[in-house]
Every structure is written in structure tokens, then in C-alpha cells.
């Protein structure tokens, strides 16, 4: 069972072992900050394009950003250049887009190319989205550079789960499209990666000795199934997860690298050569 701490509103705080855990995990060798944007970073918002991070949040991801032997990330099912659009992230930040099917590692990184046959399948995909969306209202379509996504949270439930449901028919065994349910979205891609896969390649580039990711959705359970011991998993909100550590909402996530940020600059300063 995750441990719990409430605050005087009711609302999830950091608890002892989370604290403890931040602490530990602080005094690593090269320290991997990897954060999912929506509904951690930032609030969900009814228009993907008005989210921003909390400044609580933005302040401290960027103050671990510029410290040594720490890198920080985005892993965001968003497309690259929305992400950079919403999350204006630090310079130095890697970011992973569209569930890893999109990276970005610095100036001169590759960017995603479809071949003809999976620009083919998108736009076939596209079209059937499309068909679907024209019929529920309340719906609507999200182009990424790999896929397509079916919004729902501006319609009623059940003409959301009918839409949902219409697309996982048609969808569903189609060769070379892939799904992912996320909270009021059904996710379509023609290429096949997830925030698992993102977590382990930024580890890996890195040179990480360890982890800490925080994330929402259900598509975050794939980043948290990757963490090794020694690393750090948080789960925002009430859902179930597997992660060994929660708190309830953003605010807390501003309130969690705070302390990280704290904790860090201590690490890293302990160990500096004395003048």
C-alpha cells in the first residue's frame, strides 16, 4: 500500500518516506529528473494549448536543470513542438514527445521520419478518426508527426465511450497502428513506442545512476514499470499505479522538486572542490 500524509485540506502531501526517498536518491552519482507534463507539471486544462507549468514547479525543474551531473527531461505524450510550445523548458532539457516516438537531445538531433508506407497508414487512420469525430459531438482529432488523437473530455460520457469504442473497432487489429488509452483520449500512432522505451533510452544516454519520474496518466505506468532499484516512481492523483510513492495533484509535484532541488544543490555542493 503507498503510503499517505494529508494535508489540512485533505489533499495528498509529500509523506516521511517520500521525503526520505528524495533525499536518498538526491546524493546519486548523475541524477535523471524525468517528468511527464500534463496533470504533473501543469494542470489539466480543457484546451491542450493553455497549459503551462505551475511557477513553483517551472522554477525548480530549471534550478535542477544547471546543476552538475543532473539531467533533466520531458516525457510527454505531446508532440515535440507542443510540448516546447506549452512547457518552455529549460535549454539544457531533453525532451521525449508522442509516447517516445518523438526525441529531441540537443542542437543537430534527428527528427521523425515516416516512411511511405506508415504515412500511407496515417493518413488512412486519420480519415477514420475523422469520420468518427463528425458524429460525436464534443469530440475532436489531435495530429502528432506518428499519429492521431481522439480528444473526448468536452463530450458527454456516453457519446465519449461511443466514440472511443468506434475507434478501437475499426482500429484495433489494423497492422502497424497502435493504441493507447489515456484520460479522456484514445491515442493512434503508426510507429510503436511508449514512455517505458523513453525512460530506459534517456537512462542510457545519460549515463544515470538513477531516476526519479512523476506522471498521471495511464500511459506513465509504462515509464514507471522501467525504474530500477534505487529510482524514484511518483504517481499524481488518485489512480491506481504501481509506483511506490503518490501525492495527489501538480501542486504537490512543485512542492516534491522543491525539496529535490533543496536536497541536490546540497549533494552536489558537499562534494565541489574546496578553493
Keep these: 500500500m503507498t503510503p499517505e500524509s494529508r494535508t489540512g485540506n485533505g489533499k495528498l502531501a509529500l509523506t516521511p518516506e517520500l521525503r526520505e526517498a528524495i533525499r536518498t536518491i538526491a546524493l546519486t552519482d548523475h541524477l535523471l529528473v ?17 497549459a503551462r507549468p505551475l511557477p513553483r514547479a517551472a522554477t525548480a525543474f530549471a534550478g535542477l536543470a544547471v546543476l552538475p551531473r543532473t539531467t533533466t527531461a520531458l516525457i510527454s505524450g505531446r508532440a515535440l513542438a507542443s510540448l516546447r510550445n506549452v512547457a518552455s523548458p529549460p535549454v539544457d532539457t531533453l525532451l521525449i514527445g508522442s509516447h517516445g516516438a518523438e526525441a529531441w537531445l540537443g542542437p543537430g538531433s ?13 493518413a488512412e487512420v486519420r480519415s477514420i478518426l475523422a469520420d468518427i469525430v463528425a458524429e460525436a459531438p464534443g469530440t475532436m482529432l489531435e495530429d502528432k508527426p506518428a499519429g492521431v488523437v481522439l480528444h473526448t473530455r468536452q463530450a458527454p460520457d ?13 482500429l484495433q ?3 502497424g497502428v497502435f493504441l493507447k488509452d489515456g484520460k479522456r483520449v484514445l491515442e493512434t500512432s503508426v510507429v510503436n513506442a511508449s514512455k517505458g522505451e523513453g525512460v530506459t533510452f534517456l537512462r542510457q544516454i545519460s549515463g544515470a545512476s538513477a531516476v526519479l519520474f512523476a506522471g498521471d496518466d495511464t500511459t506513465d505506468e509504462d515509464a514507471l514499470a522501467r525504474l530500477e532499484p534505487g529510482d524514484v516512481g511518483i504517481k499524481v492523483g488518485l489512480d ?3 509506483a511506490q510513492y503518490r501525492v495527489e495533484a501538480p501542486v504537490h509535484v512543485a512542492e516534491m522538486l522543491e525539496v529535490l532541488l533543496q536536497e541536490r544543490s546540497l549533494a552536489v555542493a558537499e562534494e565541489a572542490p574546496q578553493e
Excluded: C, N, W, Y
Design 34 to 50: 524525468a517528468m511527464d507534463f500534463d496533470g504533473t507539471m501543469a494542470p489539466i486544462v480543457g484546451h491542450a494549448d493553455d
Design 110 to 122: 534527428a527528427g521523425l521520419t515516416l516512411d511511405d508506407e506508415q504515412k500511407a497508414l496515417l
Design 158 to 170: 456516453d457519446v465519449a465511450a461511443d466514440a472511443v469504442a468506434a475507434a478501437r473497432s475499426l
Design 173 to 175: 487489429d489494423r497492422k
Design 240 to 242: 491506481f499505479t504501481q
